[in-house]
């Protein structure tokens, strides 16, 4: 609220600090799964751990979107699932259907994005239970239709989406960085993205210099739910087989990473760098887990106390979001 | 704001609950025509029974929502009191009592740590809580991922028994609620919980012990969790590694239902069970009606959306 005219430049010390604070851990948690595993630093190992990071980084993306708005979208990792079996819906073998399938999945997430967008500006309703809602909704349409196990196929090329290379590059990692970049220089070199950032610093005040905060914020939910119904896709194409629960925790993970990464969940403050910054040491933390040889169960551990702490580290005052 | 809002809060808890009645009168009446069974007092005797477990996890979520927060470690810690009660005791009929003495003075104790990592570091209890849902979870899966642990024959006969005429289960729902209910209308600390929720900083300022309030509620959210999670044991026998997943999202619906509004100061316990016994009315039904499992959760959804849109928030947002 402080900040709203200077979103994303350095204003004090500590938000120095904080900024080389991120990058930092990042650093240090890379150095330490090194020194435990050296070939945790190999290019083979890198593409790897990219290529599973790719589709959680959209997802990332988007939830920051919502978040900067002072929201927050639950139902990502249930249209994630959603759009999995919408892909294999079309049982399509040829590789033709490809864009077929992507638009279509487009237009469902959009669709859900407005519709949480609409509950939350239109009705008033509280983000959490607008997309919860939705979450529900969703997990039961797609049960209903599927009864319980997807069956339909998926073209061939789906599997190249999510596992192949693009000169060296993992392909679903070339589409992150293309939307990053385009959402990158839609935040900072926009007049889109400032007003994000004033509806989410304080919406009344976005109204007051005649900002349409609803409109605003409505894009922000549609922006996510397309993000999230990518990375579904991209999921699909990487674990090459479509169940209930493809992205299942991503909606977890993603906020976890947004926070991490400093973006408040009071909204209008944080970058979505930072929340990209966030995903990476999550996922390299998670890799640790895997090099350290613990059971799987112990990343669920890790993820609350890393949710706790980062958040209590980024709480500024004593009732914080 | 302070002397018109109340009038108004009135109203507007009237017609929650006036609206929640309404649908219940037509569910019963819609029930009856579809089907022979469903309105028979053994069918709706079963229904309060099997609305226990949701209803004590919903009088916590309900003081959580009322202060100003949201609870969505419960259904974590049904499962971590429903696998803890069940390895402890291991059928032994000596460890029975302190088992569930234990749990739920151990359901207490996490959700006051809730309460104190809250108020202390002003990281928002939905952050919180989700953290300790998933320590919980992932202590749980570690220790195990089949169902694991007995009770003793007669306490697995407690979660069946009727006293009365009437499921025993069903009754401590009804009292525990009662209890808390007169807690908040009759108390100081009942007062102090609305007062919390409606301005923290305010009731802060005019001398009220906003953060011992704040521990109480999520303490007793954990105790209520824990409640229910030993409420499973009996009912089951064993402890189960999944058992609350779908815990926390349900006892959201009934509160949100009943009229309390995210964001604090608003709704009660009355709501509350008016709603659970909605909701289970409705599963109920659905099931009677051979409706899947997969289309009560599009219901749920629905359920949701639709009260939220009603009772439209203007206030507060979480």
């Known amino acids: 609220m402080t900040t709203i005219t200077e979103p994303v430049s350095v204003t004090s010390p500590t938000d120095l600090a904080r900024r080389i604070a991120l990058p930092a851990v990042l650093v240090v948690l890379i150095g330490i799964a090194t020194a435990l595993q050296p070939s945790f630093m190999s290019g083979s190992n890198i593409q790897d751990i990219l290529t599973q990071a790719a589709p959680l980084g959209m997802v990332v993306l988007g939830q920051t979107l919502v978040i900067l708005v002072r929201g927050l979208d639950l139902s990502v990792a249930s249209l994630m699932a959603t759009v999995a079996v919408l892909a294999t819906a079309f049982n399509a073998t040829s590789n033709a259907m490809i864009p077929v399938i992507f638009v279509a999945a487009m237009v469902l997430s959009a669709m859900v994005g407005l519709a949480s967008g609409l509950l939350i500006t239109r009705r008033n309703v509280s983000p959490f239970l607008a997309t919860l809602a939705m979450m529900i909704v969703l997990q039961g349409l797609r049960f209903a239709y599927t009864h319980g196990a997807p069956a339909g196929s998926l073209p061939p090329g789906f599997r190249t989406l999510g596992t192949g290379q693009f000169f060296g590059i993992p392909i679903d990692l070339c589409a992150f960085a293309l939307l990053f970049g385009v959402l990158g220089l839609m935040m900072h070199r926009s007049a889109l993205g400032r007003q994000i950032y004033i509806v989410g610093g304080n919406p009344r005040a976005a109204d007051l210099v005649g900002i349409r905060s609803d409109r605003i914020t409505i894009l922000c939910y549609v922006l996510s739910s397309m993000l999230a119904g990518l990375g579904g896709l991209f999921l699909v194409g990487y674990v090459g087989t479509v169940d209930n629960f493809v992205g299942r925790g991503y909606e977890l993970d993603s906020i976890i990473a947004a926070v991490v990464g400093g973006v408040a969940l009071s909204g209008g403050r944080g970058t979505l760098a930072g929340a990209v910054t966030g995903a990476l040491i999550l996922v390299v933390m998670f890799n640790i887990v895997i090099i350290l040889g613990l059971p799987i169960q112990a990343q669920l551990v890790i993820r609350g106390t890393i949710i706790i702490a980062a958040a209590a580290l980024f709480a500024r005052n004593a009732r914080g979001a | ?318």
């Not at chain 2, 309900?62 to 259904?75: F, N, Q």
């Not at chain 2, 402890?88 to 151990?106: K, Q, T």
């Open chain 2, 1 to 318: 704001m302070a002397s018109a809002a109340i009038p108004r809060r009135r109203v507007r808890i009237d017609l929650a609950i006036a609206t929640v009645v309404g649908l219940l009168i037509v569910v019963l009446g819609f029930g009856a025509t579809v089907s022979d069974r469903f309105a028979t007092t053994a069918n709706l005797l079963t229904v309060a029974e099997q609305a226990a477990a949701l209803g004590f996890v919903a009088i916590g979520q309900t003081l959580a929502v009322l202060v100003g927060g949201i609870d969505l470690s419960v259904g974590a810690m049904v499962t971590a009191a429903n696998v803890f009660v069940a390895s402890f005791v291991h059928g032994s009929d000596v460890l029975m009592i302190p088992g569930l003495v234990a749990v739920l003075v151990l359901g207490a104790a996490i959700g006051l740590v809730n309460g104190i990592v809250t108020v202390r570091t002003g990281v928002h209890p939905l952050i919180v809580t989700l953290g300790t849902a998933s320590i919980l979870n992932g202590l749980v899966l570690l220790y195990t991922l089949q169902p694991t642990g007995k009770v003793p024959a007669w306490f697995e006969d407690f979660a069946y028994d009727t006293a009365f005429g009437l499921p025993i289960a069903g009754l401590v729902f009804l009292i525990a609620a009662a209890i808390v209910a007169l807690v908040l209308a009759r108390t100081g600390f009942g007062r102090a919980v609305y007062a919390v929720g409606g301005n923290y900083e305010a009731a802060r300022l005019a001398g009220l012990p906003a953060e011992r309030v704040t521990l109480m509620v999520y303490a007793a959210s954990g105790f209520f969790a824990a409640l229910a999670g030993a409420y499973y044991v009996s009912r089951t026998g064993t402890g189960d590694p999944r058992v609350g997943d779908p815990m926390t999202l349900a006892s959201i619906t009934p509160v949100v239902v009943g009229g309390t509004q995210l964001g604090g100061g608003k709704g009660g316990i009355l709501g509350t069970v008016l709603g659970v016994l909605l909701i289970s009315l409705v599963n109920n039904l659905l099931n009677y009606m051979n409706v899947s499992t997969f289309i009560q959760w599009v219901v749920q959804g629905l359920i949701i959306i639709t009260a939220v849109s009603l009772f439209v928030n203007r206030g507060k947002r979480l």
